[in-house]
């Protein structure tokens, strides 16, 4: 059963990781709100509509579990149709200027932190699978209002300063290895050990095998969300264990998906550009 504490302090860090993506965002211009991200072609509008879209859910789940299950049902029923989730709400919010999706989404975000402050204690959220505790959903949430943020930021080559809220993301990752192998339909080995450099310059470990990884926690992060190919990354892997992981990690629930090619992304290790210019 979490603490009270600890739940507030990671609806603390939810917000905030979407209120610093709101303030990029909100500085874009329209033109930019059309411009097409790395991350399955979608636009940055395609983005914070699925934000939207997946704090709604949770929004739904957490206030009525029935209404939640004939949501999916509805959603399942196009999707057996070909009409996949961005499409749907793509479609739902055509004519809807940029500015209101953004209030919209705002508003959401804003919601969803608030109902999961006062959640009861212990209560257990109906999701697509497996249902998930507040902890674990809040922190979900937080990975990917980082990943898909971390999209954007890609798209116009602007390098964010890593926070102490990647941790969660870290956390998430370490916590996914056997998924990312039995969502293959792979055998899990025993888990490597993960040592990371935090941004403070503390370390992070997470201990495991003799089995190794290490490096930058900011590194990690963007191998398991899969927006980094391992290679591009300052990683280092001991053990045959380690190596395999990482080319297939993956914290997000879901069919397999295929990592970031390598140098398909902006390198993020060199002299910050911090602007849309570069």
Not at 27 to 36: F, K, R, Y
Not at 97 to 113: H, K, M, N, P, T
Not at 154 to 183: K, M, Y
Request: hydrophobic share 40%; charged share 30%; with cysteine.
């Amino acid at each position: 059963m979490a603490d009270a504490g600890v739940v507030e302090r990671l609806c603390d860090e939810l917000l905030a990781e979407n209120q610093e993506l709101d303030a990029f965002v909100s500085d874009l211009s329209a033109e930019d709100w059309g411009c097409v991200t790395p991350f399955f072609d979608w636009t940055v509008r395609d983005q914070i509509l699925h934000l939207f879209q997946v704090d709604r859910f949770g929004l739904i789940s957490l206030g009525d579990v029935d209404a939640f299950r004939a949501t999916v049902t509805a959603i399942r029923a196009k999707q057996a149709d070909g009409i996949e989730l961005s499409q749907q709400i793509r479609t739902e919010f055509e004519g809807i200027s940029d500015a209101e999706v953004l209030r919209i989404w705002r508003e959401g975000y804003e919601r969803i932190v608030r109902s999961l402050r006062t959640a009861e204690d212990g209560y257990r959220v109906a999701w697509f699978g497996p249902e998930m505790g507040v902890l674990s959903f809040a922190t979900a949430r937080l990975m990917e209002v980082w990943a898909h943020g971390q999209d954007i930021y890609d798209l116009f080559r602007v390098q964010r300063e890593p926070t102490s809220r990647i941790r969660h993301v870290c956390d998430l990752g370490a916590r996914t290895f056997g998924w990312s192998f039995r969502n293959r339909e792979l055998e899990p080995p025993e888990r490597p050990t993960v040592r990371l450099e935090a941004p403070s310059g503390e370390e992070w470990e997470w201990p495991g095998s003799d089995s190794l990884v290490s490096g930058p926690a900011l590194d990690f992060a963007l191998v398991v969300t899969q927006r980094r190919a391992p290679e591009d990354t300052e990683l280092v892997t001991c053990g045959t264990e380690a190596d395999q992981w990482l080319e297939i990690a993956q914290c997000f629930a879901g069919a397999p998906q295929e990592p970031a090619a390598p140098g398909s992304r902006p390198p993020h290790s060199s002299a910050k550009e911090g602007n849309r210019d570069g």
